[in-house]
Every structure is written in structure tokens, then in C-alpha cells.
């Protein structure tokens, strides 16, 4: 069975930085596209950021300048890097693989920002 696990959420104050971690496992994930996606409290979940099987990045514009994802097919992992954090960005992380035939979701990451 398919494990996406993230890994690396918390409290920070606005302004700070947050690298969050998914461990993929039981999947041959370099074939996978990766994305992450977050849900404040009240809202749709929203897609934050996209990193394809062949590295291609794409980002919300509200993140845009501020985060970076990245994957190392190595380790079975993508990371999503988070810099000048603001309180809007509080939320749950969910970390998301998907190919043209299947897609699974992680359980999830809380990130908060709030000083």
C-alpha cells in the first residue's frame, strides 16, 4: 500500500522559515508528479506547488518568490520550502503524488504562523 508522509510543520512567527518533508514509500516515485496542496481552516483545499516527473516547477501566486519545492527521487522524497512565512499562510500541508493512473494523498502537516 502507498505511504505519502509529511513531516516538518509546526509553529513559526511571520517572517520565519519551514521545510516540510514527504516520504514516499511503496511507489516507484520517480514516475510520479508531486505536488502540495494546503487547507485553512473554512476553505477548499488550494494547490500551493507542482514539481513534475521530469523536475518542472509551478507555483500559486500567492506563494510565488517565497517557497520552493524540490524532490529527490533518491530518497523517495519532495520538500517544500517555506521562507518569509505571513499568518495567511496557516494551514494543513497535504503532500499529493499523481500519474495518469493513480493518485494518493499524505495525511497531512499543520503549519501555523502566528507570532
Known amino acids: 500500500q502507498v505511504q505519502l508522509v509529511e513531516s516538518g510543520g509546526g509553529l513559526v512567527q511571520p517572517g520565519g522559515s519551514l521545510r516540510l518533508s514527504c516520504a514516499a514509500s511503496r511507489m516507484i516515485f520517480r514516475i510520479y508528479n508531486m505536488d502540495w496542496y494546503r487547507q485553512a481552516p473554512g476553505q477548499q483545499r488550494e494547490l500551493v506547488a507542482v514539481?513534475?516527473?521530469?523536475?518542472?516547477?509551478n507555483y500559486a501566486d500567492s506563494v510565488k518568490g517565497r517557497f520552493t519545492i524540490s524532490r529527490d527521487n533518491a530518497k523517495n522524497t519532495v520538500y517544500l520550502q517555506m521562507s518569509s512565512l505571513k499568518p495567511e499562510d496557516t494551514a494543513v500541508y497535504y503532500c499529493?503524488?499523481?500519474?495518469?493512473?493513480?493518485?494518493?494523498w499524505g495525511q497531512g502537516t499543520q503549519v501555523t504562523v502566528s507570532s
Open positions: 499529493h503524488a499523481r500519474n495518469s493512473a493513480y493518485d494518493y
Open positions: 514539481i513534475t516527473s521530469d523536475g518542472t516547477t
